[in-house]
């Protein structure tokens, strides 16, 4: 069974930074990570994905801010956050999934994680 844990969520103003990490368990298959985001009241959005293999895609919103990677050896899943904003706002899930291709669709990934909070304020 493939457990996820985030953590590294908190409170930050305009303009700073956060780095969540995703720990990893019960799996060693080459395998999609991917961080999502949903606000109250919005759909589950894909903020950022990388496979095993080391080939990463972010979405638009988050490209040139955030930056996704991972360490293979110690089963983790970071996202490095810089320049954040208020629309940054959400709960951030970490996802696993077992395609090839990177797609931030929530339907392409099997196991979830629990959430971690990050608000940003003006």
């Known amino acids: 069974q493939v457990q996820l844990v985030e953590f590294g969520g908190g409170s930050v103003q305009s303009g700073g930074s956060l780095r969540l990490s995703c720990a990893v368990s019960?799996?060693?298959?080459?395998?999609?990570m991917g961080w999502f985001r949903q606000a109250p009241g919005n759909e589950r959005e894909g903020v950022a994905a990388?496979?095993?293999?080391?080939?990463?895609t972010y979405a638009a919103s988050v490209k040139g801010r955030f930056t996704i990677s991972q360490n293979n050896a110690k089963n983790m899943v970071f996202l490095q956050m810089n320049g954040l904003k208020p629309d940054d706002t959400a709960m951030y899930y970490c996802?696993?999934?077992?395609?090839?291709?990177?797609?931030?669709?929530?339907?392409?990934?099997?196991?979830w994680g629990q959430g971690t909070q990050v608000t940003v304020s003006s």
């Open positions: 019960g799996t060693t298959r080459d395998r999609l």
């Open positions: 990388i496979h095993s293999d080391g080939r990463t």
């Open positions: 996802a696993a999934g077992f395609k090839w291709w990177l797609l931030l669709h929530p339907s392409e990934y099997d196991y």
